[in-house]
């Protein structure tokens, strides 16, 4: 802003003229305000307090000041403190690896935020295994113990009959399955059917591996179940009474 102060000559300018001038004077100079900086008091990182394994998330953060007001174009750093068991990128982008807790924290100004996650495994277990002999009539049983339901969009069941013979099962994208509930998929909708010998694995819609079970000389009327019901402790286990959607017999 430029200012210019007009010469009166000798008249005698009325009082308000100098209070005028007096103003005018002092505001000449820079039109620049400077900004004013705020510091760093704290930083919320907010990022899902449980992540299955396998998912990808975004953490974000807010830097606010000592009144709370947040503070824009803050620039964060990221980290993790146990990236074996979920890493962090520049942008924030969460990468789960194996199942764990650890803290994500977002480094501003001098201070710290931190939120802590916990990597969850595969809802989802193999429940029982019926591959009856070399007949036909052969099932798999996923059961779901949680107490939510389970979206089976892209899991999958990977079957394994003699060294080398791979077939894969798609679950339904549009498949649901609630909690306490079974879901069985028949011999018959997997191309390679069961055999008396195989393997079977179970995969989350992460392409995470969640369960697998291996037999060999299976006879008719055999099957191999988990004991208790979603029991993630044990292994399954031989029983004669297979059980097709309904919670498991465990004796021989």
């Not at 919320?44 to 503070?71: C, F, Q």
């Not at 993790?80 to 924290?105: C, H, L, Q, W």
């Amino acid at each position: 802003m430029e200012c210019t102060l007009l010469a009166t000559g000798r008249r005698r300018a009325p009082v308000f003229v100098f209070a005028l001038i007096s103003v005018a004077a002092l505001g000449c100079g820079s039109d620049t305000i400077e900004p004013q900086v705020h510091s760093v008091a704290t930083i919320d990182v907010s990022v899902k307090n449980e992540l299955e394994i396998g998912a990808v998330d975004i953490a974000t953060a807010v830097a606010r000041d000592e009144s709370g007001v947040p503070i824009p174009g803050a620039h964060f750093s990221w980290s993790s403190t146990f990236p074996d068991v979920a890493v962090i990128t520049p942008e924030g982008e969460i990468t789960t690896k194996a199942i764990g807790t650890t803290e994500i924290v977002a480094t501003a100004g001098g201070k710290v935020g931190r939120q802590v996650v916990t990597v969850l495994p595969p809802p989802l277990l193999i429940n029982e295994v019926n591959p009856d002999g070399d007949l036909n009539g052969g099932w798999i049983e996923v059961f779901n113990s949680t107490p939510r339901a389970v979206n089976l969009a892209g899991w999958f069941i990977v079957t394994v009959i003699g060294p080398s013979h791979v077939e894969i099962y798609n679950f339904p994208t549009t498949s649901v399955i609630g909690p306490g509930e079974f879901v069985v998929v028949d011999e018959t909708m997997i191309p390679g059917l069961l055999n008396a010998n195989g393997t079977v694995g179970l995969f989350s819609g992460f392409g995470v591996g969640s369960d697998a079970l291996s037999w060999t000389a299976n006879v008719s009327g055999t099957s191999y179940a988990r004991c208790p019901d979603g029991d993630r402790v044990g292994s399954l286990v031989s029983t004669t009474t297979p059980t097709r959607k309904a919670p498991n017999v465990c004796r021989p």
